[in-house]
């Protein structure tokens, strides 16, 4: 009857229920027992022995009840640990007697999970558990999103009045906090820098439930217009430019002008607002400026009631937004929506869906490996046969057979993970540098965490169940004669190979053309958008914020009297050829401004993108003008209104027609603290279009379509930041020092902020996403192409090897070389084929869910890409065909029939 | 064939054998099984009796057989045990199993006395 003492179902269910109720059942047991012994003396007393003489009779024919309860234990727990040792013992000597297939079988498993397991990480640091806090959950940022526009996105730095106005009327929040953006200058012995400071409001730290690392957080006193001025400092900071030295707690630092005692260094996973220097600040009622005299730019962060939907928080906003609109409509875009959305959205938003792309990449990639494990087993199953055969003669069960083969899947498995685990960890430095910047939160550490060993460890297990089994039950599903008399090498017709195997290459072939046909087109969309121009030239340009001090710098005159002899110095260094000023860097394209246009008139909301320049701006980014002409360096310094627009503005606003001449109002500049009155320019000049609609991340920055924009005066109106562009003859970097000092010499009170090349900083902001996509996805296509490649190799060698006999007699029967090798490889191409095929056409399906990932000049179904794809599949399966049809083909028949 | 020579019960064969009484004689207790194995098979086999029970508890879990406290012959309270349905079909299924088997090994065996 077999060995009961397997995997059976509902033996497995009686052993789990035995758990529960082992005592009663234990006494049961003695009872019978002691029932049974009873019986037995009284039997023997019966046939005439003494009552002494019957017990012990009666004991040595019951046998040893000590044994009977070890092995009712046995049965009654889940695993016989000694039943198990020995399978795994036997299934490492098993996998020991074959190395190849050991070493494949875990490289190809090892290869998927640790891929997946690499970007589960990310997916996981960065997606799902992206912040340390408890009701992460529940924390959402505030948007007023302009409906007329497409994205969904909006304003969400909000005035002081507007912020207490939502802090205070809204019904939603449990508590809400804000943060403002504030360039610290950070002056000590030898200079001035800067840091990314924060004003944040007061509960801020307990909103987050977050303590300091050394020292304390902010608290409500230190709110108080008495209170002494003092900081907290983020981690990163610390380390990087204290050196982690506690000894800088207490201290004092003059920031921005003020002394201010640090009091408290914050943990590593604090970053909140993503700033170095958080400093205590309430916004008030009325006091609507804030850095250099622009409107005070709160960012709100409120904490849902429990209950409380993001659509019921909406509908509660928009009241407050209506109203708030009412009184400052400027403020407003004529038709709006407040949209609520997840704290870790509001950053992460951009790249989540790449991220996802790569991910199910990483899922195909570690079906193909499963298929090819699988096959492997298969085909190591189909040929170990006889091996089972016997042992189930010799009394072994089914269960127990297919629980060794489990074993041995397992074995293989828990390998492959752990290869995978490592992989993943030097993996995931790698990924981490190729991330694209300021896409992920700044709180998310990524690294390999209990979650993502949870999920390999479940993938690695479910990978050796799902893909294990099946190749066992099939081996064990046959009959116990045949095997035993099939010698494994007779004649059986043609080239089948097993279906199961058949069907698992297809399968993989399928599986690998939708990812290399996925990968082709990321690819390709990156070599797309590399080939865009920008409409500018960034090389050898070295930029730099120049953050000028508040009480100095107020108006537009006072910041003119400060570039004006700056650029000047510039100009005359040796190896700059030019140098500017302006109050963007590209690919920004400035600020927004709703826009006037004389003699027009228009229902619709005209709008541009504005920023002030200094005479050589042009030059510097080598952008062409189209008609017209630059402002003078005497234009600028006279602060004329004038103004040199973009072909679009020309295109979407004039309508072709002549444009010099024409005069354009920004009204925003209206309402700057510093305003600029009457702000009618004259347009002089038209340049070609320059990227300037970025948005963080994704592909979207140079496929958004290009605004109008305007360049004025910087000396017309003092803009929010000013930045310096200095074009050079060698490399930027070398300027360095030569530019450092100009500015110092001009006003050794200016920190030379946040200096670069522009090019690495352009190419940082408009390709690392779609970069990232591309390395990943072209690894990740290479790899699923290798994967695949072994897998259809596997299979026709071994099948060609397992008809090593026929192949042999075929030929004494005068089949000739071609024809052994063109069967081998028809058999292997039909596979490919039929996987192609049904490659095709789930690509053409999945295609569209990438769509957004895409350059917009290409297309999901590009020709081009399923052309190249599929023909380099094919290829590589006529490859992986050929060499065993070769191998094959040089059978020698006399060999080959005495091979037996 | 002396009293030393009994063979000892074939692994896995226990279970069919008390199948097989199971189907035969309807409800029985552990005792009465014993006796049954112990009257068919004549003394050819030596049975620890207590491994009736291991192949009983091993029936129970894959719901082959059912099991009812009841009362003895001589009126002590004792656990009867009979053949399910399920246990019916398994007895049929590893009945043409074991004919099979045996056919096997039988023809091995025959094999290698031909040598």
């Known amino acids: ?900 | 064939m002396t009293e030393a020579k009994k063979s000892e019960v074939l692994q896995g064969t226990l279970d069919l054998m008390i199948l097989k009484t199971l189907h035969a004689l309807g409800s029985q207790h552990g005792f009465g099984i014993a006796r049954r194995i112990e009257q068919v098979s004549r003394d050819v086999l030596q049975l620890n009796e207590g491994t009736v029970y291991t192949s009983l508890l091993r029936l129970l879990q894959q719901k082959w057989i059912a099991a009812e406290w009841g009362t003895s012959e001589n009126n002590r309270k004792a656990k009867f045990y009979s053949i399910t349905a399920r246990g019916e079909k398994q007895l049929a299924v590893e009945t043409e199993n074991w004919e099979r088997i045996s056919g096997v090994v039988g023809r091995v065996l025959e094999l290698e006395g031909e040598r």
């Open chain 1, 1 to 900: 009857m077999g060995n009961r003492r397997g995997w059976g179902l509902r033996a497995f269910a009686a052993r789990v229920l035995g758990l529960l109720g082992y005592r009663k059942s234990e006494s049961d047991f003695d009872e019978e027992v002691h029932e049974h012994l009873q019986l037995l003396v009284d039997r023997f007393v019966a046939q005439g022995m003494s009552r002494e003489d019957a017990g012990a009779a009666a004991r040595r024919q019951f046998g040893n009840t000590t044994l009977l309860q070890e092995d009712r234990r046995e049965l009654r727990t889940l695993v016989s640990v000694e039943d198990l040792g020995r399978d795994l013992r036997y299934a490492l000597r098993s996998l020991r007697r074959s190395p190849a297939f050991t070493a494949v079988a875990i490289a190809t498993l090892g290869l998927g999970i640790g891929a997946s397991t690499a970007i589960f990480s990310v997916v996981d640091n960065v997606l799902l558990e992206p912040f340390p806090w408890k009701d992460a959950g529940h924390m959402v940022v505030l948007q007023i999103h302009d409906t007329a526009r497409g994205q969904e996105d909006g304003r969400q730095g909000y005035t002081s009045n507007e912020f207490l106005e939502f802090a205070e009327q809204n019904h939603v929040f449990d508590d809400v906090i804000g943060a403002s953006e504030d360039l610290v200058l950070y002056k000590h012995g030898e200079g001035v820098e800067a840091f990314d400071g924060a004003h944040i409001t007061p509960g801020t730290f307990e909103f987050f439930g977050m303590p300091a690392l050394y020292g304390r957080v902010l608290q409500p006193a230190d709110y108080r217009g008495d209170a002494p001025p003092v900081f907290v400092l983020r981690y990163k900071t610390w380390m990087q430019r204290f050196n982690g030295d506690p000894r800088v707690l207490n201290n004092t630092f003059i920031l921005s002008g003020t002394a201010r005692t640090l009091v408290g260094i914050m943990p590593p996973r604090f970053g909140w607002f993503d700033a170095e220097v958080y400093i205590p600040e309430a916004p008030l009622h009325g006091v609507a400026t804030g850095f250099a005299g622009t409107t005070a730019q709160w960012f709100l962060l409120g904490k849902l009631k429990p209950g409380v939907s993001k659509a019921q928080a909406a509908a509660d906003a928009t009241v407050i937004a209506n109203h708030l609109a009412k009184l400052n409509p400027q403020d407003y875009p004529a038709h709006f929506q407040v949209l609520v959305k997840h704290l870790g959205d509001s950053v992460v938003g951009r790249i989540e869906p790449t991220l996802y792309t790569i991910l199910a990449a990483v899922g195909l990639l570690l079906l193909i490996g499963c298929g090819n494990v699988a096959n492997l087993l298969l085909a190591r199953a189909t040929s170990r046969q006889k091996e089972f055969a016997l042992r189930a003669v010799m009394g072994a069960g089914r269960a127990r057979l297919v629980r060794l083969l489990l074993i041995e899947s397992l074995v293989l498995a828990i390998s492959g993970a752990a290869l995978g685990v490592s992989m993943a960890w030097g993996g995931l430095k790698s990924i981490v540098a190729a991330l694209p910047p300021d896409v992920i939160p700044a709180e998310s550490v990524i690294e390999l965490n209990p979650q993502v060993m949870a999920f390999t460890f479940v993938v690695s297990v479910l990978t050796a169940v799902i893909f294990g089994l099946a190749p066992a039950l099939q081996a064990t599903r046959r009959d116990l004669n045949d095997p035993l008399r099939d010698s494994g090498k007779g004649v059986i017709g043609g080239f089948r190979i097993g279906r199961m195997r058949d069907a698992v290459v297809v399968m993989e072939v399928a599986v690998s053309l939708t990812l290399l046909v996925g990968a082709g087109l990321v690819m390709r969309s990156f070599v797309a958008l590399r080939e865009l121009h920008l409409g500018l030239q960034a090389d050898h340009v070295l930029q730099a914020l120049l953050p000028l001090p508040e009480n100095r710098y107020k108006t537009a005159a006072q910041v003119s009297r400060f570039f004006q002899p700056l650029v000047a110095r510039l100009k005359a260094l040796p190896g700059v050829v030019d140098a500017t000023e302006s109050s963007a860097l590209p690919p920004y394209g400035g600020e927004d401004s709703r826009i006037e246009i004389s003699g027009r008139s228009h229902q619709d909301e005209w709008h541009a993108l504005f920023q002030g320049i200094s005479e050589g701006y042009f030059r510097v980014l080598r952008i062409p003008f189209k008609s017209g002409r630059a402002f003078s360096d005497a234009e600028v310094t006279d602060a004329r209104k004038l103004a040199v627009v973009n072909e679009t503005f020309v295109s979407t606003y004039l309508h072709a027609e002549n444009p010099v001449g024409q005069r354009v109002k920004l009204i925003q500049l209206e309402t700057l603290a510093d305003p600029a009155r009457d702000p009618w320019f004259e347009i002089v000049g038209v340049v070609g279009d320059v990227t300037n609609q970025y948005s963080f991340g994704s592909a979207q920055g140079l496929q958004a379509p290009i605004a109008p924009a305007v360049w004025v005066p910087y000396t017309v109106a003092r803009s929010e930041v000013q930045v310096l562009m200095v074009r050079s003859q060698q490399t930027p970097m070398a300027l360095m020092n030569d530019v450092r000092q100009a500015v110092w010499a001009t006003d050794s009170s200016v920190a030379l902020a946040f200096p670069g090349a522009l090019e690495d900083r352009i190419n940082e902001r408009l390709y690392a996403g779609p970069r990232f996509a591309f390395l990943l996805m072209a690894i990740f296509g290479c790899l699923g192409l290798t994967l695949v490649t072994i897998g259809v190799y596997s299979v026709l060698a071994y099948a060609t090897a397992r008809k090593t006999h026929e192949i042999g007699i075929r030929m004494a029967l005068g089949a000739e070389r071609a024809d052994v090798l063109r069967s081998v490889i028809r058999a292997g191409l039909r596979l490919v084929t039929v996987g192609v095929g049904i490659g095709l056409i789930v690509s053409l399906l999945l295609g569209r869910a990438i769509e957004a990932e895409l350059s917009r000049s290409v297309k999901p179904y590009d020709p081009a890409t399923l052309a190249g794809t599929t023909l380099l599949l094919v290829v590589t399966g006529a490859l992986a065909c050929w060499i065993p049809a070769r191998r094959a083909a040089r059978v020698d028949p006399m060999v080959a029939l005495r091979y037996e």
